[in-house]
């Protein structure tokens, strides 16, 4: 099966700072790559993602990567805030033919320090 | 437009009991999903339902186990509960309009339920 694994798992970036949280995935045909924000006590929520056939995505003062022969995605935060501050999964998936079944990393909690 | 729904918030059990977690989509989504959150682990896949139907199927134990009504509403149930089984357990629901046919793939995460086990 697909195995997702996120770096770094605790991330510390003043208020303007960029943050960047990367992630590997191992089975190549994976296709889709979300990156979910949670909040405390809240669930997940998407915030971008980006599908195998691009390899960059960007939505305002969020960005992501993809480099389909490395196997590896990563999230761009620029001039952040302290409202970014939050845990952000990436999550790997396969062609929706299959189902939704996504494979997540393991969450990185980002602060931001005003 | 509601969102996800998930019944109850909060449940303390004693090891050995069983637990009933209830879920209802939002309204039209017919993909519902389960996955259960621990520090330090993440989002670990239990189960995705379709149309009734279990479509996928993580690596859990039989303890483990769901159903999705015709109204597209869903529950999974624990049973013989351990102390690992302290978690929260995420559901999630997903536009679909049928298999092969695109769609975003997006999850709508509810809140969840925070069950304690002692």
């Known amino acids: 099966g697909e195995n997702v694994e996120q770096h770094p798992s605790t991330l510390s970036v003043q208020e303007g700072d960029s943050a960047v949280i990367k992630c590997t995935y191992s089975?190549?045909?994976?296709?889709?790559f979300p990156w979910y924000k949670q909040e405390l006590g809240k669930g997940p929520q998407l915030i971008i993602d980006?599908?195998?056939?691009?390899g960059e995505k960007k939505d305002q003062r969020i960005a992501v990567t993809l480099n389909k022969t490395a196997k590896h995605f990563s999230l761009h935060i620029t001039e952040t805030q302290p409202e970014d501050s939050a845990v952000y999964f990436c999550?790997?998936?396969?062609?929706?033919?299959?189902?939704?079944?996504?494979?997540f990393g393991t969450g990185t909690s980002l602060t931001v320090i005003p | 437009k509601a969102g996800v729904t998930q019944t109850p918030r909060y449940l303390i059990k004693t090891r050995g009991q069983q637990v009933t977690l209830s879920c209802s989509p939002i309204?039209?989504?017919?993909?519902v999903s389960w996955y259960q959150q621990t520090p330090g682990q993440g989002l670990q896949f239990l189960f995705e339902?379709?149309?009734?139907?279990?479509?996928n199927k993580g690596n859990f134990p039989g303890r483990f186990s769901g159903r999705q009504f015709s109204n597209s509403r869903s529950e999974m149930n624990v049973s013989t509960l351990e102390l690992g089984d302290s978690a929260l357990y995420l559901c999630?629901?997903?536009?679909?309009?049928?298999?092969?046919?695109?769609?975003?793939?997006?999850?709508?995460f509810g809140e969840g339920s925070r069950l304690t086990v002692l």
């Open positions: 309204s039209g989504h017919r993909s």
């Open positions: 339902y379709f149309s009734e139907t279990q479509r």
């Open positions: 980006i599908r195998s056939n691009v």
């Open positions: 999630a629901s997903s536009l679909e309009l049928g298999t092969g046919v695109a769609y975003t793939g997006e999850l709508f």
């Open positions: 999550a790997a998936s396969k062609p929706p033919n299959t189902g939704n079944q996504f494979y």
């Open positions: 089975d190549s045909a994976s296709n889709y």
